[in-house]
Nanobody, 117 residues
C-alpha cells in the first residue's frame, strides 16, 4: 500500500508564496510520474504540474511562470513552489503519484490553499 503525506498549505495574501510538499512511502518500486492537481469549489480537479520519471514537466497554462515543480528522488518526494499567488489559485491541492508497471494512481489527502485578495 502506498501512502502519500502532504504538507504546506495555508492562507496567504495575493502576491504571496507557499511551498507544498508530498512524500510517498510503501509498496512501490517505480515512480512513473508525480505531480499536483487542484480542485476549486464547484470545479473539476485539474492538473497543476507534473513530472515524469524521465524528467519531462508539464504545467497548467494558468500557473506557468509562477509555480515551480521539483522532486527529490532519494526521498520519493515532490514539491510545488507557488509564487505570485492569486485568489483564483484558491483550491484543495492533491499530490499524485503514478507507480509501478500497472501505472496505478495514488493520491494525497489534500491540502487547502486559500489566497485572499
Amino acid at each position: 500500500q502506498v501512502q502519500l503525506v502532504e504538507s504546506g498549505g495555508g492562507l496567504v495574501q495575493a502576491g504571496g508564496s507557499l511551498r507544498l510538499s508530498c512524500a510517498a512511502s510503501g509498496g512501490f518500486f517505480k515512480i512513473n510520474k508525480m505531480g499536483w492537481y487542484r480542485q476549486g469549489p464547484g470545479k473539476q480537479r485539474e492538473l497543476v504540474a507534473a513530472i515524469t520519471s524521465g524528467g519531462s514537466t508539464a504545467y497548467a497554462d494558468s500557473v506557468k511562470g509562477r509555480f515551480i515543480l521539483s522532486r527529490d528522488n532519494a526521498k520519493n518526494a515532490v514539491y510545488l513552489q507557488m509564487n505570485s499567488l492569486k485568489p483564483e489559485d484558491t483550491a484543495g491541492y492533491y499530490c499524485n503519484f503514478r507507480v509501478n508497471d500497472n501505472a496505478r494512481d495514488y493520491w494525497g489527502q489534500g491540502t487547502q490553499v486559500t489566497v485572499s485578495s
